[in-house]
């Protein structure tokens, strides 16, 4: 069942290679931007709270994941800076530190997909039906996810090459996952809410300081319109996935 989302998530990446078009990636970041905060207020950060003993733990890991993507941003922001002539805020289309946003969405993409893993494996040691309609939801919820990853991942720079490439490997991560958690299933479990509530702060630095700031760019009221309706149809796709599923 892992390896079936992985090849579910690849199929969608290579599709919306195919299809997309350089002139509609901005758009597509739209869409993007609601699927990640859809994603993490209705579903990363529902299942850390269900998980978790203490919410305020939860809380906690989000705050201090945002502050340490933050900080991690800025580390190669000042590499970049001293290295070469800084110009992130010149050119911000080019600018190394848009590009660092897609390296963000993968490190929370490698640490959620690890998650599933370990929720698919833990679903299956009850029994198998649980374990197939878990596994079925959390394939389905990836996809408009995975879908969004890609398109910020073409936004930042990347090649559609690479930007498969790099989704390929982030979905392995769902395989390392399910395996370890099957190995050392009682130590595993423990952790799920902290890195759920990691994933989710990644998701939201990125939807909210990388890529909304890029938006405000365009004001004009067209524009304006065409990204909120895109931000509400990603919201609304996490949504529909979910009513699907029965969650």
Same mark, same amino acid.
């Given at each position: 069942?892992?390896?079936?989302?992985?090849?579910?998530?690849?199929?969608?990446?290579?599709?919306?290679?195919?299809?997309?078009?350089?002139?509609?990636?901005?758009?597509?970041?739209?869409?993007?931007?609601?699927?990640?905060?859809?994603?993490?207020? %209705?579903?990363?950060?529902?299942?850390? $709270?269900?998980?978790?003993?203490?919410?305020?733990?939860?809380?906690?890991?989000?705050?201090?994941?945002?502050?340490?993507?933050?900080?991690?941003? #800025?580390?190669?922001?000042?590499?970049?800076?001293?290295?070469?002539?800084?110009?992130?805020? !010149?050119?911000?289309?080019?600018?190394?530190?848009? #590009?660092?946003?897609?390296?963000?969405?993968?490190?929370?993409?490698?640490?959620?997909?690890?998650?599933?893993?370990?929720?698919? /494996?833990?679903?299956?040691?009850?029994?198998?039906?649980?374990?197939?309609?878990?596994? %079925?939801?959390?394939?389905?919820?990836?996809?408009?996810? !995975?879908?969004?990853? $890609?398109?910020?991942?073409?936004?930042?720079?990347?090649?559609? $090459?690479?930007?498969?490439?790099?989704?390929?490997?982030?979905?392995? /991560?769902?395989?390392?996952?399910?395996?370890?958690?099957?190995?050392?299933?009682?130590?595993?479990?423990?952790?799920?809410?902290?890195?759920?509530?990691?994933?989710?702060?990644?998701?939201?630095?990125?939807?909210?300081?990388?890529?909304?700031?890029?938006?405000? #760019?365009?004001?004009? %009221? #067209?524009?304006?319109?065409?990204?909120?309706?895109?931000?509400?149809?990603?919201?609304?796709?996490?949504?529909?996935?979910?009513?699907?599923?029965?969650?």
């Amino acid at each position: 069942m892992c390896l079936a989302g992985t090849v579910a998530s690849v199929v969608v990446s290579l599709l919306v290679s195919l299809a997309s078009h350089p002139r509609i990636v901005p758009i597509l970041v739209s869409y993007a931007i609601g699927a990640m905060l859809g994603a993490v207020f %209705l579903d990363l950060l529902p299942h850390a $709270f269900e998980h978790a003993t203490n919410v305020q733990q939860i809380t906690t890991t989000v705050l201090g994941g945002i502050l340490f993507f933050f900080l991690l941003e #800025k580390l190669v922001l000042w590499r970049h800076c001293h290295e070469h002539h800084c110009e992130a805020h !010149e050119h911000p289309a080019h600018s190394h530190g848009v #590009k660092t946003s897609g390296w963000l969405i993968l490190l929370g993409d490698v640490v959620h997909n690890f998650v599933d893993g370990i929720l698919i /494996a833990a679903a299956f040691s009850a029994s198998t039906e649980v374990g197939i309609v878990t596994a %079925l939801a959390i394939i389905a919820h990836e996809i408009p996810q !995975e879908t969004g990853d $890609f398109v910020i991942l073409l936004h930042s720079g990347f090649s559609r $090459f690479k930007a498969i490439l790099l989704n390929v490997v982030s979905s392995v /991560a769902t395989l390392a996952g399910a395996v370890i958690a099957y190995l050392l299933m009682s130590g595993l479990e423990s952790w799920v809410p902290t890195m759920l509530a990691l994933a989710a702060a990644s998701l939201l630095y990125v939807s909210v300081a990388d890529l909304i700031p890029g938006l405000h #760019k365009r004001p004009e %009221l #067209k524009a304006t319109g065409l990204q909120i309706g895109m931000i509400l149809l990603g919201v609304f796709s996490i949504q529909v996935v979910q009513t699907l599923i029965g969650e």
